[in-house]
């Protein structure tokens, strides 16, 4: 701060002080000329005015204010005098530039010129939590499925990771399965979900069918018969007809449309008889699906948590859909 500011701010401050003290001690005089208690000759709408002195306890606190305003400042400091207790701004985490520029510094790679303030934190909290982590590995995801405390820790890394598809319950939504039932798409041992948050899953070969099936017509039939499958009532003409389309959709549905996973392929295409649907199962959206196709990506974490992070979540994912 320059000296200038500096002067500024005590004169300001301090004279500021004296002036309040000054009119306090002003007003607790009797300068109206009239005896306390009588008129000052004032009267407004029959309203007469007094001279009555300042309350006693409103005088007293302000001048304990003011007193406490000088303890204050012995304590803190004004101006570029830190006080008593050597109390700084920059002392409270907020840096000065030139605190600031050297901090800097300490994170600049050398080599590369790069800032690692964020790689250095993420080694630090891989030192701490690293062997936390190495020991949950090491343990079965069935075994660790029934370890409270090692479900919370995969709660949380779920939460931060994939509710925002997921759900923060794991229930899913529109083109998000839901992972606490025991509708699988690609399977529900501890295996198979690690795998799947591992490497990501694409569901592929559901594309838009609409012109092999000959139109819109034949995307109606075989709606209608994939409606049927799961116990609801359709035009019998219309689902006739698309059953003998479904040949087309068997490969991957199964003949019967029970799913690939049914038929030990673990490729994603869902089963079409439980009423459990991926997309929604209104007439208008399986028309949809089949119309369009579909394409859901799960994104691989491999990269992005590391093994034994995918792990833990695994087992907590597993968790969910056992009783
Ligand atoms: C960007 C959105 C997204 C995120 C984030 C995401 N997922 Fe997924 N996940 C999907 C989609 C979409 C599918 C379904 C893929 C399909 O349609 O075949 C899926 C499928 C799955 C499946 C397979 C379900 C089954 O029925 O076989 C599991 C298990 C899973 N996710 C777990 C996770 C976990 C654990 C995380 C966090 C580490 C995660 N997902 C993060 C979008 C996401
Ligand atoms: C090459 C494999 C393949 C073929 C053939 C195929 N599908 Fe699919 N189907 C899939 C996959 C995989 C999905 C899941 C898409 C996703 O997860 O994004 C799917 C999804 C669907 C869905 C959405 C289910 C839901 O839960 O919302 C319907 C409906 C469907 N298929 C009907 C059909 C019909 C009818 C045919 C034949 C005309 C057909 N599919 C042919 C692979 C296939």
Redesign the pocket.
Known sequence: MSSFWNIWIWVLTLGLLVVIFLLLRMCLKNFAGVEEGESMGHSFDGIEELNNPLPKWWSTFFLLTIIWAFGYIAFYGLGSWTGLLGWKSSNQGILNLAESKAKTLEYLDKDSGVLVQYDREVAAAEAKFGPIFEAYAARDIKDLATDDEALKVGQRLFIQNCAQCHGSDAHGTT?FPNLADKDW?YGGSPETIKETIMNGRK?????A?SS??GGEQGVKE??A??ISLSGRSVDPELAKAGKG??A??A???GPNGQG?LAMGTP????N?TDN??????SKR??EE??RNG???IMPPWKDILGEEKVHLISAYVYSLSQD
């Open positions: 083109g798409l569901a592929s070969g559901m594309m069918w092999t099936l075989v709606a018969y994939v389309k479904f087309i959709c490969g991957c549905h690939s490729m994603g295409a869902p079409l459990i649907w991926l997309y929604g199962g959206v399986i699906s089949i579909r394409a859901g």
